[in-house]
T-cell receptor, first 113, second 112 residues
Framework: DAGVTQSPTHLIKTRGQQVTLRCSPK?????VSWYQQALGQGPQFIFQ???????QRGNFPDRFSGHQFPNYSSELNVNALLLGDSALYLC????????????FGSGTQLSVL | GDSVTQMEGPVTLSEEAFLTINCTYT??????LFWYVQYPGEGLQLLLK?????DKGSNKGFEATYRKETTSFHLEKGSVQVSDSAVYFC???????????FGKGTKLTVNP
């Protein structure tokens, strides 16, 4: 079992650009959540996808959007990048309603210059 | 809203020392509580969990007890190893939700 896989592992963008991060969930998991982890901080919940729809959302602006595909994989899109968007972006998957079985990927390190 | 407060780090210990990392929480309901560990360059790994008051979670020699009266979930280990060096995060979730609320993390360094 490959677990949760994220791509790319590292990414460098400039202010104002747009970025897409990708996530493949653990086998058997149908719910995908995204978290932002700034340097020296704990992860913060961005949003969650289930059945190709956004089900919950944290306190993030509309510049952050996502998508879930029929195979349960997911994308996180960030538009109009700001310097403050530099962070480690973590994807986590679980069977729906079973947050205690949340499984995290290794993350995508985004640097905005 | 819900929140988690962890003791400030970094924490530096010698091998075989006793470890305590304090964690307290604020929640509207009856949350599940977790400790996650993040090794350098890796994602978060679930270390242990407790889903109701007085439950004790344990794994790899680490323990934490869900204390509702003090809203705490302190992490302990009797004898740390160099391989335990990592960042430890306390977290909560409400009602089985996949939305976790994390503390800021505590970096632990264990010296031989």
């Amino acid at each position: 079992d490959a677990g949760v896989t994220q791509s790319p592992t590292h990414l460098i963008k400039t202010r104002g650009q747009q970025v897409t991060l990708r996530c493949s969930p653990k086998s058997g998991h149908d719910t995908v959540s995204w978290y932002q982890q700034a340097l020296g901080q704990g992860p913060q919940f961005i949003f969650q996808y289930y059945e190709e729809e956004e089900r919950q959302r944290g306190n993030f602006p509309d510049r952050f959007s996502g998508h879930q595909f029929p195979n349960y994989s997911s994308e996180l899109n960030v538009n109009a990048l700001l310097l403050g968007d530099s962070a480690l972006y973590l994807c986590a998957s679980s069977p729906t309603g079973q947050g205690e079985k949340l499984f995290f990927g290794s993350g995508t390190q985004l640097s905005v210059l | 809203g819900d929140s988690v407060t962890q003791m400030e780090g970094p924490v530096t210990l010698s091998e075989e020392a006793f470890l305590t990392i304090n964690c307290t929480y604020t929640a509207t309901g009856y949350p599940s509580l977790f400790w996650y560990v993040q090794y350098p360059g890796e994602g978060l790994q679930l270390l242990l969990k407790a889903t109701k008051a007085d439950d004790k979670g344990s794994n790899k020699g680490f323990e934490a007890t869900y204390r509702k009266e003090t809203t705490s979930f302190h992490l302990e280990k009797g004898s740390v190893q160099v391989s335990d060096s990592a960042v430890y995060f306390c977290a909560l979730s409400e009602g089985g939700s996949e939305k976790l609320v994390f503390g800021k993390g505590t970096k632990l360094t264990v010296n031989p």
